[in-house]
């Protein structure tokens, strides 16, 4: 990091700590996520102002020692020796300082600072949309942690559940939407789900319940818990993923009980996705005569399954199964809709190459590579790219050719024969 670098971080943080202080209207979204580890903002509820800025939180937190020294020639800057605090002394004057000195993409990801310049005409920044980009408060894991806990506190039989789920924050999935080669009939559902969302309350006073019930249908690899992932991240929901398998057979006497605390979690999380993945897997507990308890199990998941719903308890449900010629009608019309994920064809295949070695330098022709791998999925994909990247960095290269792919492809069709063999 350079030294005009190192300047512009530290006085981001004292110019954002001076505007937060000077206007309670702005909250915990207002400031950037580094910013909120900077000063100590663990929830929304418990912001305390004056926030302040001193040499040991810089260095604490930014890695920088001295900030004091490094900003001694900045008029606009004042040090107390008493307690080491540093603060702006004139706050216009300092502000055209920072934008002078290249401080507009810094400002451009900070509300709080876009808040103060979006008055400064010669900027074109434009406060609500800098806010808009910058990631909730709520999206983040100590956000979901502090709510998780609280929740157990409250009732202990929670902690049953969570032994049953992988509660995951927004902001801790990496796949993202733009990332993802949809079909127009999943866009379409997606589209109308955001839609539901927005207008909850509409819905409700009219007595549409029943949105928001979707199962994912499709092959492995073909992008089901992605999609799921995906939509976490863009609806600002966190998920509470769920394997049926796993929770009828570790906790067989306890299972109908757990079931309904973990939808009762997902209710008090909400807004949530409950994602549940191995859908058929109650199609085979209700033909199966030797446990009862497994039976009671899975016809607790369908009432609850009926209880809850999107517009109601602002819980998003999504089914996912391999084997939808499992499933009979009574768990088929728990959905109100379906939406299939089938293997892509040859333009979805060329856009999911290009899109997985957008990062790369490749010297591929995506077309006849899209052409030649028919029957891949997405997944199938992402393995044959990631073998390909493998192979050039074992060859000293940093680019992806035709003798690279080849050996992705290769790795692929053997995994794929080795899982189809028979060994007795």
Known sequence: MSGDSEILRIMEVVLTAEIFNQNPQLDINDLPPA???????????????????????????????????????????????????????ALEQAALWF?????????????????????????????????????????????????VSKLIGEDEKLRSALDLVIVIAPEEVEQQMDDLVCTPEQTAIIAKIQLAVNHREFLHRHRIHEVGKLLFVGPPGTGKTSLALAMSRAMHMPVLEVRLSMVTSQYLGETSKNIDRIFDLAKKLAPSILFIDEFDFVAK????????????????????????????????????????????????????????????????????????????????????????????????????VKEAILSSLMANRKTIGREDIEKGIHSVKNRDAIRHLTWI
Not at 121 to 137: E, H, M
Request: hydrophobic content about 35%; proline content about 4%.
């Open 35 to 89: 910013c909120r580890e900077i000063f100590s903002l663990t929830t929304s509820s418990d912001i305390k102002r004056p926030v302040y800025v001193s040499d040991g939180l810089i260095k604490r937190s930014l890695a920088i020692a001295d900030a004091h020294q490094k900003l001694s020639s900045n008029p606009f800057v004042a040090y107390e020796e008493f307690g080491q605090r540093i603060r702006i002394t």
């Open 285 to 384: 507990s209700r033909v199966a005569d030797d446990h009862g308890a497994m039976k009671r199990a899975v016809n607790s998941l369908l009432k609850n399954i009926d209880k809850i719903n999107l517009v109601r308890n602002n819980v998003l449900l999504i089914g996912a199964t391999n084997h939808p010629q499992l499933l009979d009608e009574a768990a088929w019309r728990r959905f109100d809709e379906v939406v299939e994920f089938s293997l892509p064809n040859e333009e979805m295949r060329k856009n999911i190459l290009m899109k997985v070695t957008s990062t790369f330098q490749c010297t591929l022709d995506y077309q006849q590579l899209a052409s030649q791998t028919d029957g891949f999925s997405g997944s199938d994909l992402r393995m044959m």
């Open 99 to 147: 934008l002078k000195q290249g401080g507009k993409p810094i400002i451009d990801k900070n509300p709080t600072l876009a808040f103060f310049f979006e008055n400064i005409d010669s900027t074109g920044i434009t406060y609500k949309s800098v806010r808009n980009a910058n990631p909730p408060f709520e999206d983040t894991k100590a956000y979901l942690d502090a709510r």
